[in-house]
Nanobody
């Protein structure tokens, strides 16, 4: 069984920063694309960022480009999301996800999902 466990969420003021972490366990994630999605109350889950296994390619939603940075440490089976200059509209539950195939990286049809971590940005 695969487990993805997110951490690092919390309450922060607008303009502040948070770093989310996602630790994968249960199997090797060699070759997997890792992504972050978020879901705000009353809204659909949306893509935030993704990174290939090698880290050579990253993908971002337009709404976070230039503010968020995704990275990974394969030796630790961990993916990170550094979030800077946070805005109230970034408030959501953030989910980590893993996908075997490198296609449709922005689509939420990933193979494995974490339980999510709450990020709240106050104005």
């Amino acid at each position: 069984q695969v487990q993805l466990v997110e951490s690092g969420g919390g309450l922060v003021q607008a303009g502040g920063s948070l770093r989310l972490s996602c630790v994968a366990s249960g199997r090797t994630f060699s070759g997997y694309l890792m992504g972050w999605f978020r879901q705000a109350p009353g809204k659909e889950r949306e893509f935030v960022a993704a990174i290939t296994w090698s880290g050579s390619s990253t993908y971002y939603a337009d709404s976070v480009k230039g503010r968020f940075t995704i990275s990974r440490d394969n030796a630790k089976n961990t993916v990170y999301l550094q979030m800077n200059n946070l805005k109230p509209e970034d408030t959501a539950v953030y989910y980590c996800a893993a996908k075997r195939l490198l296609i449709n990286v922005r689509k939420n049809d990933y193979d494995y999902w974490g339980q999510g971590t709450q990020v709240t940005v106050s104005s």
